[in-house]
């Protein structure tokens, strides 16, 4: 399977401020996914990474807070805008290739 | 999203027994159903998986069964070891076929 990275791994940053992180595929996919794991929940999928169009966001994620880029086939990355602490979580990177599923090491976000 | 229920929420046994662990689905056009083991500061990693058109699959100590008509399915760990333990999730494929729906984990502890 492919080798998934992230960049973070983890980061603290202060409320009002915004982060980006990177997801960095070793190979070419097509679908590639945004998640967030809320502390001690479960996956919760933010939006569907597009390569060359505006990502496909799920109900209660918007742009402007969580705006994403796709720029080929093996990159992409979430911003999260303007923090605040609720958005204390990991973020989780996916690629699905031959219908299976698979994630990154996750970056660990902690809003003060 | 569909509403992926998964039990126990929380499982403890001992080294070498058998543990099992369930999910139901609502979407009957789910056809695809992984299983993740996240162990603590790490990514989901995906253990095993099944489509639709299989009952059962086994890979060494781990086995899933799927029905369909009653819309549930199960991870099955036989001898279990200290290393098993982990919070496990269970996943439903949603109609667009690519993302996926997770249930809300199940931590699994075993005791020497």
């Known amino acids: 399977s492919a080798v998934i990275s992230q960049k973070p791994s983890r980061d603290i940053c202060q409320r009002g401020t915004s982060l980006t992180i990177q997801c960095q595929v070793d190979?070419?996919?097509?679908?590639m996914f945004w998640y967030r794991q809320q502390p001690g929940q479960s996956l919760t999928l933010i939006a569907t990474?597009?390569?060359?169009?505006?990502?496909?966001?799920e109900s209660g994620f918007v742009i402007d807070k969580f705006p994403i880029s796709r720029p080929n086939l093996t990159f992409s990355t979430l911003t999260v805008s303007n923090m605040s602490p609720e958005d204390s979580s990991i973020y989780l990177c996916?690629?699905?290739?031959?219908?299976?599923?698979?994630f990154g090491p996750g970056t660990r976000l902690l809003v003060l | 999203g569909e509403n992926v229920e998964q039990h126990p929420s929380t499982l403890s046994v001992q080294e070498g027994d058998s543990a099992v662990i369930k999910c139901t689905y609502s979407?009957?056009?789910?056809?695809?159903f992984p299983w993740y083991k996240q162990e603590l500061g790490k990514g989901p990693q995906l253990i095993i998986d099944?489509?639709?058109?299989?009952g059962e699959k086994k890979d060494q100590r781990i086995a899933v069964t799927l029905n369909k008509t009653a819309k549930h399915f199960s991870l099955h760990i036989t001898e279990t070891q200290p290393e098993d333990s982990a919070v496990y999730f269970c996943?439903?494929?949603?109609?667009?076929?690519?993302?996926?729906?997770f249930g809300k984990g199940t931590s699994l502890l075993v005791t020497p």
């Open positions: 979407d009957s056009a789910s056809n695809y």
């Open positions: 099944i489509r639709s058109n299989v």
């Open positions: 190979s070419q996919v097509t679908m």
């Open positions: 996916s690629i699905s290739g031959s219908g299976t599923q698979y």
């Open positions: 996943a439903a494929s949603r109609p667009d076929g690519y993302a996926l729906n």
């Open positions: 990474a597009n390569q060359g169009s505006e990502a496909t966001y």
